[in-house]
T-cell receptor
Framework: DQQVKQNSPSLSVQEGRISILNCDYTNSMFDYFLWYKKYPAEGPTFLISISSIKDKNEDGRFTVFLNKSAKHLSLHIVPSQPGDSAVYFC????????????FGEGTQLTVNP | DTEVTQTPKHLVMGMTNKKSLKCEQH?????MYWYKQKAKKPPELMFV???????INESVPSRFSPECPNSSLLNLHLHALQPEDSALYLC?????????????FGEGSRLTVL
């Protein structure tokens, strides 16, 4: 039962353009969402998060949008840079899940110069 | 210092060997985690330690044995592993074990079981 889904295994964009990575979830008890970035041979690094009481959180070039009614969140990167090329994992947690983070399967983003 | 350091980075072991993976953090975090990640798959939670006590064991086989000697260290003892246990083992820490709050991951230990 995949409670967090990233339906696009890969995404390719041109440098300077916007990258939009999508994530859907099924568990209505999730109330906190995070995005992690992972380069090859490294552990995931935290990128940005959003609480369910908000619908948008922005940090520099990165913005996460949350649509609770649709159980959908997205990560926008603008402008995209070649150094953004990595695997992006969406993750979710809730008060009832304690310290369990449920990860999506990841989206490989490639930003072409 | 905001790092989680894991050793060794790579480990090759036979099915009859006993080995250990080590993890260390000096951020004063009170929760530490072991995750397992197979290629092209998301990290899967194995164990959670909260204040040096095992709080979550996600039905992991007993051939994996975690240990938390103190608040900065986390070990994963390996014995009689199977080839399908080959994976990237990630250690992480967080300030607390509540559902919110980011995890800080180490670079992982790449394990190959022959």
């Amino acid at each position: 039962d995949q409670q967090v889904k990233q339906n696009s295994p890969s995404l390719s964009v041109q440098e300077g353009r916007i990258s939009i990575l999508n994530c859907d979830y099924t568990n209505s008890m999730f109330d906190y969402f995070l995005w992690y970035k992972k380069y090859p041979a490294e552990g995931p690094t935290f990128l940005i998060s959003i609480s369910s009481i908000k619908d948008k959180n922005e940090d520099g070039r990165f913005t996460v949008f949350l649509n609770k009614s649709a159980k959908h969140l997205s990560l926008h990167i603008v402008p995209s840079q070649p150094g953004d090329s990595a695997v992006y994992f969406c993750a979710a947690s809730g008060e009832t899940s304690g310290s369990r983070l449920t990860f999506g399967e990841g989206t490989q983003l490639t930003v072409n110069p | 210092d905001t790092e989680v350091t894991q050793t060794p980075k790579h480990l090759v072991m036979g099915m009859t060997n006993k080995k250990s993976l080590k993890c260390e953090q000096h951020m004063g975090h009170r929760a530490m985690y072991w995750y397992k990640q197979k290629a092209k798959k998301p990290p899967e939670l194995m164990f959670v330690y909260s204040y040096e006590k095992l709080s979550i064991n996600e039905s992991v086989p007993s051939r994996f044995s975690p240990e938390c000697p103190n608040s900065s260290l986390l070990n994963l003892h390996l014995h009689a592993l199977q080839p399908e246990d080959s994976a990237l083992y990630l250690c992480a820490s967080s300030q607390e074990t509540l559902g919110t709050g980011e995890l800080f991951f180490g670079e992982g230990s790449r394990l190959t079981v022959l």
